[in-house]
């Protein structure tokens, strides 16, 4: 694997949002999450639960309620307002005032009629509005009966003809034909939280008294109480069996089963317990075959249920998603310089130095300390989407959602300036790259473009856009790195699942793409075919151990010094494969640098593989090697994100 | 009276209730329980025994109600059979032999046709079908294994609703795993998680619903659901508890869940609305098992400090059956209360028992440490190591102990002063840390005046004090320091009051220093090296001016206080030396190869009164000598030493032979002791009750000794009879321990000559052990002169013993 002296860098103090809201499309099988500080993500349930896209988010945006109407997606907030997302280009499509008040909740009928698709909205001051669903817009229709007290949940009966509504004390059955309520139930000084309907009629709710009430939606009268906690249960999501989020970080289920085996007086019954958060549950989902929550602790977590699942297999395993699947840290290779992406500003860092010798597994002394160089704030009230930093270190972009921005950087007086002069065609981008001699940027734009700009010392000059042929999807994720191809060189055979990165080698000029499924290809730019490596690697199949990993790769790069060496990480490891080494049998141990290490000199030639993984550094977010062969590694334990998080609202203690 | 009286050991009582889980009648009025070799019945309103049920020959192992009879009852045990009793009555009815009765260790019944028992070994679940026939003694024929491999722990196997279809648990799969043999495909339900501690404790069964509720170690409760699919079971967790779950039990309609554990909390879980839960703590000790009465009003729980609570609807404890409390390991030594003449022993953590030896009845519990005590695993809790009763009981001294670790222990001395009104010891007095190390030994003064009581308490740190009840005290008198002595920095190990209390011997290691307890002045010191003191004992009575001693070098000596000398010693291994208060008796317990010997003898002449070879296995670790309620008449010489008192003594197996046993000819052999006792107790158990018929002294003793003496002529007959078909078939059927049996025989018929032979007497005498003895280095002059004199002691019974 070769010694490298490390970096070791922690002083990144990312802090992912807390999650608000979630809402899942079974059909297309994506999970759609929002953030408190307004970003949506996208995760491909289908693909390895791979983040597909991010919008990021804005001041003053908080989400509250997500809808999938078919494969457009709605949100609601407490600023009034419905948005649509234009999901091609990863911003809001419009935005239309639902005048009344902060909107608390948003519901959509689970099935499409023909053409329009009633929308309902609760608010703030007591009423139900309904929305026309048009092909480009949304469009108000009408008002139900006006209650007291804010409407805090919704949903509708599955025959689409009546909606049940929570609200503070009590829960009302709307008609959707005529507007008027039909049933009410009433419970005591609670909030109701979340409300089910199934299609028997029963309404399932969750309330602030931590009760899970079981009612008969035909006679409104109470079924059945399940005291689940002593405090609020925030989040319900309903199939045949249910799920209730509490705000003590439990996730419990129910189902409905019948008492006795051959029986047929079935029940809701409480099984399951599931502690995954240390703070409130906001949001669930219950798809198929797990349990999705999310919450105040910014952690994603899919919990399979064991009896959907086959036991012992990828799919049984819990994940729990902490960082975004993409990267947040740029290097410059050559000047040594960090640069972290937050929301709203940017951080530049120049490394530390050391001269000291030691063996390996030593910790250097530092010869000079890293020091923060720069904290660029943005402007206006987007947050940052995307950055870069040339590997000069002498140029820094980053962009939002409307606009976008070049500084360049001084590196020994540390001054910043703006370049004014930016070409028309940049307005925004999704992904940012600088080619290895800084005088090139890349950026992929709207409409799946791609814009290069040549960068000169005074200004920059725009050379070329790149557009797509057809309607392929737009490399969202992946970053593409190094030369200028004027013309479209050629294109990859397409793979079914999304690639989380790809890198283009500097001599040979192989272009090697990671996807979400953890497979790695290997194609030759000059041969316009798979290579020797790849082709052998897929016949042999990758090791199951590596397969099983829950975390895509983020970054790949070379090691200029070894060509045949591929360096790529994830969260919990990075790995450097080394193409001339024969690649591991099934059977082998894949993580076996310990076992190496203690074999003799003529043993371990035996014992080598291709595979050389090193977990030593965990919660990575980003690995790379600069120019002097060192290595960086920015770390963010989980831990210290634990402990910067507000105080739960309630945590369960020992016997109480 | 009879000319051939034998002395026999029996197992007085004490024995286990809590075993098995206890079964209350449909009426609600009797509490039926397995205790060792007997099913004893309780009144659950008067807590009183109203029936022995006795009979099996091994441990029981299973009560159940008939349910086709509810005034019947099945009995099972280990010896192989399946017993049918009217409760009401205490009869006998039926005797069911099963045919492999040799391999059942463990069994269970369940239902009335099929009986589910585990044989030794496999831990298989065996269907066996009771046949109907109304005959006395019935072979089971018809039997088909159901499940193999299934656990040893009853509490592990529960059948649930329907006979064709009980849910069973299989251990050979991984921990966690019951087993639904639906009609005939046997499938698990696991439940696994990495490092998890849920290794399945106990089962119960859902009486209507079909629900399997499990009991894990981690304190988890499971309840299983839908688990007639192969996948798609599923379970809710239940967690209270923090240590393990030992029980579970359904109430008879199943709208409640009765669960309980070390914490000593029975919980009630509502079926269904598992957040609500009923709790009724502070039961004493941790619940080992829980039984419900088929209406449901009482619950039992079984502690596991052999007691059964009966509850009344979950609210109040309406009673409490309290057997022998057998903790960890009895610390303090067997004493006799002088007034209440009841057994005194370590009982529950930190409190004293009082148990009645003639009712076999815990008669109260005195509370020493008087603390709360905390039910967590691991803890160093308070512990009575050391108690003492002055002659007439006025007073009662004790010491606890605790020793956290790596610190310092904490001692306690507790005086305690009967209370003639309350009828019960009131404490005195409490002396915090009245030595820096470990308390050796205690004893009272055998003050003969009765008014100036004196404790003496020995320490490792080197000293040994005497506390005194000063005579002038103005505001209620407690005890206080008196003397401090040392010996030349030595620790002193045991000390020992004269009967008259005016000589106070205290052994420093292999040193007896003798004071005057008057002046506290060194009167003399006696020595005998190489070995250090290891027990030591004043006579009584007549031979008062004897002090006998052991040391761990295998010897025992007896000292003449007058002369100051030797006056005899031999070599034994004793491991215990008491004294009989009321004669001039000692007893000694040897140990010789896995078995323990008795010898009884007076201090003054060195030989036995009476010996006793293998009274039991293992090491005799505490015994007592007992004053019998009324004196016996018998003239025979090697009985006669039973005149006036019994011996008790618990021996090492002191986890599974809780029994105190008595020595006395007038008690047949009417139950044995309990479980997983190993084989030589068993053979050594046939061998004692061959020579029964043979020398018609059953028939003798049973004639002759009075009737209030004797237990029921009921179980008499069965006995004799039983006695009588046994003997034939125990030849053949146990042939390897012929040989045992031949030497048992051959005891009967010697004369007392003989018996004498087998004392380990000849040694000291013979010129082989002298020579060692002049070998050891450092012998003093008096010791010579001592060795000489020993010598010249009349050792014709040895020349007889050589004759013969």
């Not at chain 2, 079984?302 to 509850?311: A, G, L, P, R, W």
Request: net charge neutral; with cysteine; hydrophobic share 40%.
């Amino acid at each position: 694997m070769g010694e490298f002296k490390v970096h070791r860098v922690r002083f990144f103090d990312y802090m992912p949002a807390a999650i608000r809201a979630m809402a899942f499309n079974r059909r297309t099988e994506r999970l759609a999450l929002a953030r408190a500080d307004g970003a949506l993500e996208i995760f491909n349930f289908a693909d390895n639960y791979f983040q597909e896209k991010v919008i990021p988010g804005q001041d003053g945006r908080a989400v509250e309620a997500l809808c999938w109407v078919g494969r457009r997606l709605f949100s609601a907030g407490l600023n009034g307002e419905i948005t649509e997302y234009d999901l091609e280009n990863l911003r809001p499509r419009y935005t239309v005032e639902a005048y009344g008040g902060p909107i608390w909740t948003i519901s959509a009928v689970a099935y499409s009629l023909s053409g329009c698709v009633p929308c309902q909205v609760g608010c703030e001051d007591g009423t139900v509005k309904m929305f026309e669903v048009l092909e480009d817009r949304i469009q108000f229709q009408r008002n139900l009966d006006r209650q007291k007290g804010r409407i805090i949940s919704l949903c509708w009966h599955p025959s689409a003809s009546l909606i049940a509504a929570g609200m503070m004390d009590m829960i009302r059955i709307f008609d959707v034909e005529t507007g008027k309520g039909v049933g009410a139930s009433k419970s005591k000084e609670v909030v109701v939280w979340s409300i089910a309907f199934l299609s028997d009629h029963t309404i399932i709710s969750g309330d602030s008294a931590g009760k899970v009430q079981i009612w008969d939606g035909l006679t409104g009268t109470l079924a059945r109480t399940h005291l689940v906690t002593k405090w609020d249960v925030l989040a319900l999501s309903d199939e045949s069996s249910l799920v209730a989020g509490t705000s003590e970080g439990t996730v419990v289920q129910f189902q409905f089963l019948s008492s006795t085996l051959d029986g047929q007086n079935k029940d809701w019954v409480r099984t399951r317990t599931f502690k995954n958060h240390s703070h409130d549950v906001r949001a669930l989902v219950h798809t198929e075959t797990a349990v999705v929550s999310g919450g105040m602790d910014t952690q994603l977590v899919v919990r399979p249920l064991l009896d959907k699942v086959e036991k012992n297999t990828q799919e049984s395993a819990m994940r729990k998603m902490a960082f975004p699947h993409r990267s947040l840290v740029c290097c410059a290779k050559k000047a040594g310089l960090l640069l972290f992406q937050f929301p709203d500003h940017l951080e530049l860092w120049r490394l530390g130095e050391s001269d000291g010798h030691g063996n390996p597994g030593d910790s250097l002394p530092v010869k000079r300390k890293p020091e923060k160089l720069i904290q660029l704030k943005r402007k206006g009230e987007d947050h940052i989407c995307c950055s870069a930093l040339s590997p000069c270190g002498g140029w820094l972009a980053y962009s939002t959602v409307t606009s976008f921005r070049l500084y360049r950087l001084q590196n020994n007086t540390i001054s910043i300036t703006k370049v004014s002069k930016l070409p028309k065609d940049l307005r925004s981008a999704h992904q940012l790259c600088f080619s290895t001699d800084s005088s090139r940027l890349f950026a992929s734009s709207i409409n799946s473009s791609v814009v290069v700009v040549a960068l000169n010392q005074p200004e920059c000059k725009y050379l070329h856009t790149l557009k797509p042929k057809s309607g392929e999807q737009q490399p969202t994720t992946a970053s593409v790195s190094l030369s200028v191809r004027l013309q479209l060189h050629c294109t990859v055979p397409v793979y079914g699942s999304c690639p989380t990165a790809i890198a283009i080698h500097p001599t040979s000029s192989n272009l090697v793409v990671v996807h979400a499924d953890q497979q790695i290809f290997e194609y030759s730019l000059v041969q316009k075919e798979y290579t020797e490596w790849s082709r052998r690697l897929q016949k042999q199949g990758l090791h199951s151990l590596w397969l099983e990993r829950d975390t895509p790769i983020t970054h790949v790069t070379f090691n200029p010094k070894h060509p045949a060496h591929i360096i790529l990480h994830d969260m919990f490891m990075f790995c450097v494969i080394d193409q001339s080494l024969p690649l591991p049998e099934a059977k082998t141990r894949l993580f076996n640098q310990m076992i190496l290490r203690s074999l003799p000199e003529p043993m371990r030639i035996l014992h080598r593989h291709a595979f050389k993984m090193c977990k030593t550094f965990q919660n990575l977010m980003c690995v790379r090697l600069l120019e002097d062969h060192s290595l960086v590694v920015v770390e963010r334990p989980l831990l210290d994100i634990m402990s910067q998080l507000p105080a739960p609202v309630r945590q369960k203690r020992f016997a109480t | 009276m009879v000319e051939h009286g034998d002395i026999r050991v029996v197992h007085r009582g004490g024995s286990k209730i809590n075993s098995r889980e206890p079964v209350v009648t449909n009426d609600s009025r009797f509490l039926l329980c397995a205790s060792g070799e007997r099913v004893k019945v309780f009144s659950t309103s008067t807590e009183e025994c109203v029936h022995d049920l006795r009979g099996h020959t091994d441990l029981v192992t299973g009560v159940l109600l008939r349910p086709t009879n509810h005034l019947q009852v099945y009995s099972c045990s280990v010896d192989g059979t399946v017993r049918l009793w009217d409760f009401t009555d205490g009869i006998l009815i039926k005797v069911q032999l099963d045919y492999c009765s040799v391999c059942v260790t463990c069994s269970w019944l369940m239902f009335d046709i099929v009986c589910m028992c585990v044989c030794a070994e496999l831990f298989q679940l065996v269907a066996v079908h009771l046949p109907q026939s109304g005959d006395q003694l019935v072979e089971a024929q018809e039997l088909s294994a159901v499940l193999s491999n299934v656990s040893s722990n009853p509490a592990a196997t529960g059948f649930g609703r329907g006979v064709r279809a009980p849910p069973l648990r299989s251990p050979n799969a991984p921990p966690g795993a019951i087993t639904y043999p639906k009609t005939d495909s046997p499938h698990l339900l696991t439940t696994q998680r990495k490092g998890g501690k849920n290794t399945l404790m106990c089962i119960a069964c859902h009486p209507k619903d079909d629900c399997i509720a499990t009991g894990h170690e981690d304190g988890k409760i499971r309840l299983w659901r839908n688990f007639n699919h192969k996948k798609e079971y599923t379970y809710t967790t239940l967690h209270w508890h923090h240590n393990a779950v030992s029980s579970l039990r359904f109430t008879p309609e199943g709208t409640n869940l009765l669960s309980g554990g070390l914490e000593s909390v029975l919980v009630q879980w509502r079926y269904n609305q598992e957040s609500e839960r009923d709790f009724l703590p502070r039961l004493g000790s941790a619940i080992t098992h829980i039984a419900v009465s088929p209406d449901g009003t009482l619950f039992c729980t079984s502690h596991s400090d052999n007691k059964i609570t009966i509850i009344q609807s979950c609210v109040k404890v309406s009673a409490v059956i309290q057997g022998l409390v057998n903790g960890e390991s009895v610390r303090t030594d067997l004493m006799v209360d002088p007034r209440s003449k009841s057994l005194v022993l370590n009982g529950k953590p930190g409190h004293l028992q009082f148990y009645s030896l003639q009712r076999d009845k815990l008669l109260y519990n005195l509370d020493i440490v008087q603390q709360e005590y905390i039910h967590e695993l691991g803890l160093q809790q308070f512990e009575v190591v050391k108690v003492a009763f002055d002659a007439p009981g006025n007073w009662m001294a004790t010491v606890e102990e605790r020793k956290p670790k790596a610190a310092e222990p904490e001692i306690n001395l507790k005086l305690w002063a009967f209370d003639e009104q309350t009828q019960s010891f009131v404490l005195n007095t409490t002396v915090s840390a009245p030595h820096e190390a470990q308390i050796t030994s205690m004893c009272f003064s055998q003050a003969a005046d009765g008014q100036t009581s004196m404790l003496v308490s020995a320490s490792e740190d080197g000293h040994f004090k005497a506390w005194q009840l000063p005579r002038s005290a103005y505001e209620g008198p407690s005890w206080s320091c008196d003397f401090v002595g040392d010996y030349r920095g030595l620790a002193p190990q045991c000390c020992c009051f004269s009967a008259d209390g005016s000589l106070l011997a205290v052994s420093f290691q292999e040193v007896v220093t003798v004071w005057s307890p008057a002046s506290w002045e060194l009167l003399t010191t006696l020595s005998q090296p190489p070995k250090a003191i290891r027990d030591l004992c004043f006579g009584r009575l007549g031979c008062s001016k004897y002090l006998m001693g052991t040391t761990a070098s295998n010897l025992l000596c007896c000292w003449n206080l007058l002369t100051c000398s030797l006056e005899w010693s031999t070599s034994m291994d004793v491991s215990l030396l008491l004294s009989d208060p009321l004669t001039e008796n000692m007893a000694a317990f040897c140990c010789q190869a896995e078995s323990t010997d008795l010898f009884v003898f007076k201090p003054s002449e060195p030989r036995p009164v009476a010996s006793l070879k293998a009274v039991c296995s293992g090491k005799v670790t505490r015994a007592v000598f007992a004053p019998r309620e009324e004196m016996l008449e018998s003239c025979e010489e090697s009985s006669q030493w039973l005149n006036r008192s019994q011996l008790y003594f618990l021996t090492q197996h002191m986890l599974f032979i809780d029994d105190s046993v008595a020595m006395t000819p007038f008690y047949l052999l009417l139950g044995k002791h309990r479980k997983q006792e190993n084989q030589d107790s068993l053979t050594r158990l046939s061998a004692e009750l061959m020579p029964l018929p043979r020398g018609s002294l059953a028939i003798k003793e049973l004639l002759q000794s009075p009737a209030h003496v004797l237990p029921s002529t009921s179980v008499l007959c069965s006995m004799f009879v039983e006695s009588l078909l046994v003997s034939v078939a125990d030849g053949s059927e146990e042939s390897k321990h012929a040989e045992e049996e031949m030497e048992s025989e051959k005891e009967e018929e010697d004369s007392e000559g003989e018996m004498e032979s087998r004392t380990p007497r000849p040694e000291p005498a013979s010129p082989g052990l002298q020579s060692a003895e002049s070998a050891a280095p450092a012998l003093t002059k008096a010791q010579l002169k001592e060795l000489r004199r020993v010598k010249k002691l009349d050792h014709g019974w040895l020349a007889d013993l050589l004759l013969s």
